[in-house]
T-cell receptor
Framework: GENVEQHPSTLSVQEGDSAVIKCTYS??????FPWYKQELGKGPQLIID?????GEKKDQRIAVTLNKTAKHFSLHITETQPEDSAVYFC???????????FGTGTRLKVLA | EAGVAQSPRYKIIEKRQSVAFWCNPI?????LYWYQQILGQGPKLLIQ????????DSQLPKDRFSAERLKGVDSTLKIQPAKLEDSAVYLC?????????????FGPGTRLTVT
């Protein structure tokens, strides 16, 4: 079945620097890849997603890239701010369904 | 638009006791999911409903967990009897279309501690 690996598990950056989180997936038939941000005591919030027919998608300071050949996708946050501090989860759809398998999460700390 | 509502937010019980969680999805969302999130891990799907029917409960430990979605709106997840390893956050999520979209919107979760 589908498996998603996420790295790094923790990431600390200085305010204003960029942050990159990487995920790999195992099933080449996966076609939807969302990214979620989870703040302490809250549920995951969808921040950006990408479908397999697109290589890159950008929304203000965040962007996601997808390499289908290598079966990996990445989240890029530019000009990081303290409020970006949270746990970020990637996910990949299970082929033939609308369900996801989540990665293990990355705790991002933006240092002021 | 109101988000996914869950209650209670926190629950502490002793092992072998029973507990129930409630979820009210975003209005009009046909698909509802229950996830278990153990500390330090990503959410793991327990059960998926479409309207009031179960689509997938393959990951639900049916000897102790049960869930229902009456009238295709609210849902409850029950654990009876609870074990120590059930300590986790239980998340409810909903999707806006009947099988036609991938986006899932999560509630704040219920944090369960089993002592």
């Amino acid at each position: 079945g589908e498996n998603v690996e996420q790295h790094p598990s923790t990431l600390s950056v200085q305010e204003g620097d960029s942050a990159v989180i990487k995920c790999t997936y195992s099933d080449s038939a996966s076609n939807y890849f969302p990214w979620y941000k989870q703040e302490l005591g809250k549920g995951p919030q969808l921040i950006i997603d990408i479908r397999s027919n697109v290589g890159e998608k950008k929304d203000q300071r965040i962007a996601v890239t997808l390499n289908k050949t290598a079966k990996h996708f990445s989240l890029h946050i530019t000009e990081t701010q303290p409020e970006d501090s949270a746990v970020y989860f990637c996910a990949a759809s299970i082929p033939g369904t609308y369900k996801y398998i989540f990665g293990t999460g990355t705790r991002l700390k933006v240092l002021a | 638009e109101a988000g996914v509502a869950q209650s209670p937010r926190y629950k502490i019980i002793e092992k072998r006791q029973s507990v129930a969680f409630w979820c009210n999805p975003i209005s009009g969302h046909a698909t509802l999911y229950w996830y278990q999130q153990i500390l330090g891990q990503g959410p793991k799907l327990l059960i998926q409903f479409q309207n009031n029917g179960v689509v997938d409960d393959s990951q639900l430990p049916k000897d102790r967990f049960s869930a229902e979605r009456l009238k295709g709106v609210d849902s409850t997840l029950k654990i009876q009897p609870a074990k120590l390893e059930d300590s986790a956050v239980y998340l409810c999520a909903s999707s806006p279309k009947s099988g036609g979209t991938y986006e899932q919107y999560f509630g704040p979760g219920t944090r369960l501690t089993v002592t």
